[in-house]
């Protein structure tokens, strides 16, 4: 088993860059592929991105590719989702999650493991 701590939310202007971090502890970290998800108010909860074991692939939601980068620290057992150009469409509840195949699954059923969520605010 693990467990997911987001961290790294907050306010900012649209235009502007925030990054999330996700510690995970428990099990070996490279036991999981890892994703982003997020959930605005009144919405179902959304794919973001995701990045498989080794962190060889990558997979992005249309609406944040060029714009967002998820990435891994093995060695610190982290995740990360840094976001750039920020929209208000972006503000929501960002969530971790893992699950213990391989593949960066943009399919929130999958993922067995979630963290509590990181809130996002993005002010036009």
């Known amino acids: 088993q693990v467990q997911l701590v987001e961290s790294g939310g907050g306010l900012?202007?649209?235009?502007?860059?925030?990054?999330?971090?996700c510690a995970a502890s428990?099990?070996?970290f490279t036991t999981y592929a890892m994703g982003w998800f997020r959930q605005a108010p009144g919405k179902d909860r959304e794919?973001?991105?995701?990045?498989?074991?080794?962190?060889?692939?990558?997979?992005?939601?249309?609406?944040?590719?060029?714009?967002?980068?998820i990435s891994r620290d093995n060695d610190k057992n982290t995740l990360y989702l840094?976001?750039?150009s920020l929209k208000p469409e972006d503000t929501a509840v960002y969530y971790c999650a893992a699950h213990t195949n391989w593949d960066a699954s943009a399919s929130q059923w999958q993922y067995d493991y979630w963290g509590q969520g990181t809130q996002v605010t993005v002010s036009s």
């Open 47 to 69: 794919f973001v991105a995701a990045v498989s074991r080794l962190g060889g692939t990558t997979n992005y939601a249309d609406s944040v590719k060029g714009r967002f980068t």
């Open 82 to 84: 840094q976001m750039n």
């Open 26 to 28: 428990g099990r070996t």
């Open 12 to 21: 900012v202007q649209a235009g502007g860059s925030l990054r999330l971090s």
